[in-house]
């Protein structure tokens, strides 16, 4: 959890240090009555992880004291959404109608103690008798029943004697309390409805302000976290325990700002609204904020828990750019997932001098991801691109193909267009080609320069898939309901994949080279009809889009926009950019961020004369460095090139792992320390002797025998989950490598 945005940390940690409390309690505790969002998600990180970090634990607990809105099926999507960012709540999960005797029994307390009453005033003279901002309340007649009226009146109320609304429970507090919350708030009210767990024994049900914070008292919990909408309710929580005197230990509640992300709606009722109306696709409908809805998208868990790690804790509410998150997504697929081919709109090509067919060797993997695995393209005289990498009359600055541009098939050949075919209406239909024999990726002797790549698939032998393109539910920033739904939030399309991706299956997540990455949908994916969900394009070019769309049309002249590519490099750019791929072999991603940001291209070129290690440093400099600068929104830094050369080199020479860097460039960009005295001083150095790794690995095999069965079963991506397990033992200090092959081993 990012130490510097989390004041809640801070405030456990001086309990602890105060001995208020022995052990660190929270809960997260939904009402379930809908499936939980991304800001549930932000909830779930912070007090799971908070007893994570304290060893303490976690209380999984319902708020069910609403019947008429709460299901079985929102239970099971809360457990489903814990479980899936993988989270463990302690013992089995709770209820608040498990107390619902126990918070009777403190309602019969308070009434004795002349501290709550009947009242029959109905709703609309509740609200008026409250008073306003400016004006004291008024408190009701009802207020002085006896006590021994108010025990028979609540009795009835509890056997269903009275209809909804004829009476309810309040606090007797105080009707001019500047919080208007204090002005005799309601305990309990009768609602006649069917509970999915107690059934029809109650007919009463107890307000979130009473049954919360008694909930929190039974179970022990010592600090109660929520949403800053409930900062006034504080007050409410605080009276009934000390009112009630209950023993110590006593939980406090301390709140957050909740989380809003632009373009997205969080209230259960508008998410009610959108699924039961129709306007989306149910509750895990991709488009959605809920947990499920990016599940099902592909997101990883891996990738929430880093949004919300980077937004923090605040304690004023704001609003989360949307952005944020996808970027969150990317950096995680990014060295995880294959790439592979798809054409989304397939045009017709014939390489004329072309006969017979042949397979293509190509990695799933850039050079600059440590993973390995390839597959074999089948090539032949019809293949099919992307109509839109092909222009008759092609704009200023577009690489691709056009009748006097060559451009390369990725992994395979240049070829040249030389005759454009059209049907009666004049669409094109098909493109007649050549290809040079000796272009051919990795032997190219042909001397012919391209300057772009182009995805491609055999007519023979591609498959064809659905692929359902995702764009934002929100056409606006602030949306307010469905007036404001984008109508081009989703858009079916037939696209034509490479065999391998069906056939062999190397994941269920993949980039689509230059369009996106993308999932095989869960539910509806079959061999027969794959179905594949865009998870999120590969850069963001919704801002782009907009600013685009309000440009005048010289501008628009100036700056062309072709389905994701932006301005065109400058002369010294396209050097750099040749230099970078072609001498330094760094990734075109990579490449094409550096050369055309001046700053970062001399960082990194200063880092290169300090250290060798030309990819590594690229991949720091352009993610690291350059989130830095864009969190500070300055080129104004704490660490030096050098700096970074040298934190480099310990990854480079094994004496920290990739992880630890991470860690350890964050106190460089906070402090400017030298990066080899953080290591020192921290105890950072990475673990690779096995004789200090082995019995790490035997204690996590032993903990999880369900898994090691598993595991032996056939369920070999366990394999990741022990090797985790022991770089978590280790604070991530340990060989990555030499723990996967000491696992590997131990299993074997």
């Not at 019809?382 to 839109?388: L, Q, S």
């Not at 978590?728 to 131990?746: D, F, H, I, R, S």
Request: proline share 5%; glycine share 6%; net charge negative.
């Amino acid at each position: 959890m990012n130490e510097s945005k989390n004041f809640l940390k801070s405030q456990v940690q001086e309990d602890l240090e105060a001995n208020k409390y022995q052990k660190i309690i929270t809960r997260f505790p939904p009402e379930p009555n809908g499936f939980p969002h991304i800001g549930h998600a932000k909830s779930i990180f912070i007090n799971f992880g908070i007893a994570r970090d304290f060893n303490g634990y976690c209380n999984l607990r319902m708020d069910d004291t609403n019947p008429s809105k709460e299901d079985t099926k929102y239970v099971e999507a809360l457990k489903d959404a814990v479980e899936w960012l993988g989270y463990e709540w302690y013992g089995d999960v709770r209820f608040t109608s498990d107390y619902f005797p126990k918070l009777y029994e403190y309602a019969i307390e308070l009434i004795k103690m002349g501290k709550a009453y009947v009242d029959s005033l109905t709703e609309d003279e509740i609200r008026e008798y409250r008073g306003s901002v400016t004006e004291p309340g008024k408190r009701s007649k009802y207020a002085e029943r006896s006590v021994e009226e108010n025990l028979d009146l609540f009795e009835r109320m509890k056997k269903g004697e009275f209809v909804e609304g004829e009476h309810v429970l309040r606090a007797k507090i105080d009707m001019s309390a500047a919080n208007m919350k204090m002005r005799d708030p309601l305990l309990y009210r009768i609602k006649n409805a069917h509970h999915f767990r107690t059934g029809d024994e109650w007919a009463i049900y107890p307000m979130y302000d009473f049954a919360h914070c008694l909930s929190d008292y039974i179970e022990g919990v010592t600090h109660s976290i929520c949403t800053l909408e409930f900062e006034n309710n504080r007050d409410i929580y605080d009276w009934v325990l000390d009112t009630l005197k209950l023993e110590p230990p006593r939980p406090y509640q301390h709140e957050f700002a909740r989380l809003n992300i632009n373009y997205t709606v969080m209230s259960k009722r508008k998410l009610l609204e959108l699924v039961e109306g129709g306007y989306v696709n149910g509750w895990d409908d991709p488009r959605l904020p809920t947990i499920a809805g990016y599940r099902r998208k592909g997101y990883t868990p891996e990738s929430i828990l880093t949004f919300c790690d980077q937004i923090g804790v605040a304690k004023s509410n704001s609003v989360v750019d949307v952005s944020q998150l996808e970027f969150c997504i990317r950096d995680d697929l990014n060295t995880k997932v294959p790439r592979v081919l798809c054409v989304l709109d397939p045009l017709k090509v014939t390489i004329v001098n072309y006969e017979g067919e042949e397979e293509i060797d190509a990695p799933y993997y850039p050079h600059d991801v440590p993973k390995e695995g390839s597959r074999k393209l089948p090539f032949s005289r019809e293949i099919y691109i992307d109509r839109a990498d092909f222009e008759e009359n092609p704009p200023k600055g577009y690489y691709r193909l056009t009748p006097t541009q060559p451009v390369r098939l990725r992994h395979g050949y240049i070829i040249e267009c030389k005759e454009v075919l059209k049907d009666a209406a004049g669409n094109i239909v098909e493109i007649k080609a050549e290809y040079y024999p000796n272009s051919k990726s990795g032997e190219d002797t042909s001397g012919i320069k391209v300057k772009s790549a182009i995805q491609w698939v055999s007519a023979l032998s591609a498959k064809e898939v659905e692929v359902r393109v995702y764009d934002r539910l929100f056409a606006c920033e602030a949306p307010q309901g469905v007036e404001d739904i984008n109508p081009n939030s989703l858009v079916v399309k037939k696209a034509l994949i490479e065999p391998a991706v069906i056939t062999q299956k190397p994941d269920v997540r993949f980039q689509f080279e230059r369009e996106g990455y993308f999932y095989a949908d869960p539910i509806d994916y079959t061999d027969e009809t794959p179905v594949f969900n865009k998870i999120v394009s590969l850069k963001d070019s919704w801002g782009k889009k907009k600013r685009n769309s309000r440009e005048k049309t010289k501008q628009q002249e100036k700056k062309v926009q072709i389905d994701g590519e932006v301005t065109p490099m400058t002369p010294e750019q396209e050097k750099l950019f040749e230099r970078y791929t072609k001498e330094l072999q760094l990734n075109t991603e990579v490449a094409n961020t550096l050369a055309r940001d001046s700053f970062l291209a001399s960082f990194y070129e200063e880092a290169l004369n300090e250290l060798n290690s030309a990819v590594n440093l690229a991949n720091i400099i352009t993610n690291e460095v350059a989130r830095e600068i864009k969190a500070q929104n300055s080129t104004e830094l704490h660490f030096t090139p050098k700096q970074i050369a040298q934190l480099i080199a310990m990854v480079d020479e094994e004496l920290i792992s990739n992880k630890i860097a991470k860690q350890v460039f964050e106190e460089m960009a906070k402090t400017g320390a030298d990066p080899k005295q953080i290591v020192e001083d921290k105890g950072l150095i990475q673990i690779s002797d096995p004789a200090q790794i082995k019995p790490i690995i035997d204690e996590v095999i032993a903990a999880n025998p369900q898994n090691v069965e598993k595991f032996k079963g056939g369920n070999k991506k366990l394999l990741g989950f022990f090797v985790g397990q022991v770089l978590k033992a280790t604070g991530g200090k340990a060989n990555p490598k030499m723990v996967n092959e000491l696992v590997a081993q131990k299993l074997a």
